[in-house]
């Protein structure tokens, strides 16, 4: 297939704009979608410019005048009444149309609008009047340098070269049942689409095979899964297990034990673990898995447990040797700041089986790691995740089973839907002794209140998080930013506290070093960007204070309150906003993750839930989970019964689709 920079009328400096915005083929600029329509009023004179171009009906009104100049030229004038006043037409060369110009006719003339002169100069005239009275202009997403115009330009000329070779993901026989238009043309329509009914139209053939692919690439991993009797089969010594168990410091919940129990049985089955372990922030999940590394660990292979930041994999790599400090295994941290020396020794260990567990980041999945006998793999905070990084650590090992925590609660029906592929095991009971964090939704005219807040628990030995949604070089934003926060902080508390900061664009080295301090509270209030949203636990800190919460989704800021309330103080939150009010009350009435999320998914579609940008493979361009759930459900049984078809004649299109599900 050609390539973008083949596209007429893109040039270098047009690919490297396009590129910019992640438009890499020509599949990717014509499925670039507009994010709306303006709707031009084309039939009313009173609403066009001088200059304009327009398109508009009317009846004649008086005899054309036909004018003949030299070398065969000709010209006509007459006028016509339409629904907005009378104006003069004149038009070149057509003079063959005049005896159907009679006076009374019906016609459409499209043209050039001189305001001055009330008169259309017409490059054509179309005999009847409109039938559709409106011109509907795409409007697209776009960057300094690049206009919505280039935009359709470039792409309407993709289309017209190339239209015929962008993949249809749609089989014929559900192209037939539905009636949909084929794909080229779809994309016609919905760059330029002449109604609205027909954009509705396509609209819908194009989520639904947006929908299509997603839910066949589902349903194939899951038969893949299911076909694979490969697992590994181990008997695990329960007595051992058990020993370890009652070991554990608290008496676990029944859901944890639930959970544990299910993986036990996963990790004795034939068939390969493929489970995602889901549970409220602070329900205790970490020690489930913890568990099913040791029961592993008791059949003599390795585990690897790998987390979207350092800050948290070291978390995880100190709580996993306090946790088996009894036991004479040897675990390994593997992150990007690991040193060179220690990078080699570790992978070392790794291939000649001396380490039982290692516990990093990105780190682990890079080329050079190699396993003796890897058996369990987890991923924390799987959504984070990509589907391309989640397969490159499963093929690390011979055959391992796979764990995927989340602290993304998803609505059930929702789940089920989406990772239709996995088994699914739920902790919703908390660990006893836990209190309910007091929520509490505050203006910034009330910031005297809540510093009083800080104040109280400060005297009282506790810390403090402090959320500030962007840092200083954000652009054009009135945001408050954490160093304006940090300068307020330190006017009220710095002389008695530490107060620092910790962002997303720290180095990880000086990330960790901060969030070590505030562990051992040498550091009283932690100021932060949303960096400390996933995982980190510091039970000392006791109250967390979002700024400009307004601008989180309500699951984004159940994660945050997640921060504190983990010891068995009293905690609080926090919000402080201006502006929606409504929403953020949510959060004072209600602290259970699943109904947030409800809450969430009602009110802002799926976007919050999986993190925009991190989830490689949830984002649609044109189908939203929550908005076409209807259609999602018959792409969902479309695409299973056409998996399932071995009649099909189309064992390309099968082919091409099992194909975009590895390219990520
Ligand atoms: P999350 O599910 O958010 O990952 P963690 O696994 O980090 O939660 O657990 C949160 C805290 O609760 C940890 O300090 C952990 O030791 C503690 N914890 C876990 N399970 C229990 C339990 N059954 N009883 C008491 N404390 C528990
Ligand atoms: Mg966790």
Do not use: W
Request: charged share 30%; hydrophobic share 35%; with cysteine.
């Amino acid at each position: 297939m050609a390539e973008l920079k083949d596209v007429k009328g893109i040039g270098p400096k047009a690919l490297s704009l396009l590129n910019k915005i992640n438009i890499l083929s020509i599949e990717d600029l014509v499925t670039h979608y507009p994010f709306r329509y303006d709707i031009l009023e084309r039939n009313d004179l009173s609403k066009v410019e001088d200059g304009e171009k327009i398109t508009i009906d009317g009846k004649v009104e008086s005899v054309p005048i036909l004018m003949r100049f030299k070398a065969g030229l000709n010209k006509m004038n007459f006028r016509l009444v339409t629904q907005s006043g009378v104006v003069g037409v004149s038009i070149f060369n057509r003079a063959f149309l005049k005896s159907q110009l009679g006076v009374g006719a019906g016609i459409t003339v499209i043209g050039k609008f001189d305001k001055s002169k009330n008169i259309i100069t017409a490059s054509d005239i179309k005999m009847g009047i409109l039938t559709n009275k409106v011109k509907i202009e795409p409007v697209y997403h776009c960057t300094n340098g690049l206009t919505s115009k280039n935009m359709s330009t470039y792409i309407n000329m993709a289309l017209l070269v190339y239209g015929r070779e962008i993949a249809d993901y749609i089989p014929q026989e559900y192209t037939k049942k539905y009636n949909f238009l084929n794909k080229k043309t779809a994309l016609n329509v919905i760059h330029n689409p002449s109604t609205s009914e027909k954009l509705k139209d396509v609209t819908i053939r194009l989520k639904y095979e947006e929908l299509f692919q997603f839910m066949f690439k589902i349903n194939y991993l899951k038969q893949q899964n299911k076909k694979k009797k490969n697992g590994l089969i181990r008997e695990i010594d329960k007595k051992e297990l058990n020993k370890f168990i009652k070991k554990i410091p608290f008496s676990l919940t029944n859901d944890q034990m639930k959970a544990i129990d299910e993986i036990i049985n996963d990790l004795e089955a034939s068939n390969r673990m493929n489970r995602l372990l889901q549970g409220d922030v602070g329900s205790g999940k970490t020690v489930v898995a913890f568990t099913g590394m040791f029961a592993n660990y008791l059949c003599g292979y390795q585990s690897a447990l790998m987390a979207p930041t350092e800050i948290l994999a070291t978390q995880h790599y100190n709580n996993l040797k306090e946790f088996l400090k009894d036991e004479n295994i040897n675990i390994a941290l593997l992150t990007g700041s690991t040193s060179k020396k220690d990078k080699l020794e570790i992978y070392k260990g790794l291939k000649d089986g001396n380490i039982n567990m290692v516990i990093g980041t990105h780190a682990l999945i890079q080329d050079e790691v190699e396993y003796n006998n890897l058996g369990l793999v987890i991923t924390d905070e799987q959504h984070r995740f990509g589907v391309h990084q989640r397969a490159n650590l499963q093929n690390k090992g011979v055959k391992p089973d796979v764990l995927y925590m989340s602290a993304t609660p998803i609505p059930r029906t929702y789940a089920l839907t989406i990772f239709g592929d996995m088994d699914v095991s739920t902790i919703k009971e908390r660990p006893k002794g836990r209190q309910k964090i007091d929520t509490y939704v505050k203006k910034n005219s009330e910031i005297k209140d809540v510093l009083e807040m800080i104040y109280k628990e400060l005297k009282n030995n506790h810390q403090i998080y402090v959320i500030a949604p962007l840092i200083e070089e954000s652009e054009n934003s009135d945001l408050t930013t954490v160093n304006e926060l940090r300068e307020q902080m330190k006017l009220a508390f710095g002389e008695l506290y530490k107060i620092d900061i910790v962002h997303g664009k720290m180095a990880s080295g000086a990330k960790d070093l901060i969030m070590e301090q505030f562990k051992e509270n040498k550091i009283q209030i932690l100021i932060s960007t949303t960096v400390v949203e996933v995982g980190v636990d510091v039970p000392n800190a006791t109250t967390i204070v979002i700024f400009d919460a307004d601008r989180f989704g309500l699951s984004t800021l159940h994660q945050l309150r997640g921060r504190v309330g983990r010891g068995t103080s009293k905690s609080q939150c926090i919000l402080i906003s201006d502006s929606d009010a409504e929403r953020l009350k949510i959060m004072e009435r209600e602290d259970d993750g699943f109904v947030i999320s409800e809450e969430d998914f009602k009110l802002r579609g799926h976007g919050d839930l999986f993190g925009t940008k991190q989830s490689g493979d949830m984002t649609f361009k044109i189908a939203s989970i929550k908005n076409d759930y209807k259609i999602l459900l018959q792409a969902k049984k479309d695409s299973k019964e056409y998996l399932l078809n071995k009649e099909t004649d189309e064992e390309e299109l099968k082919k091409s689709l099992i194909a975009s599900i590895t390219e990520g």
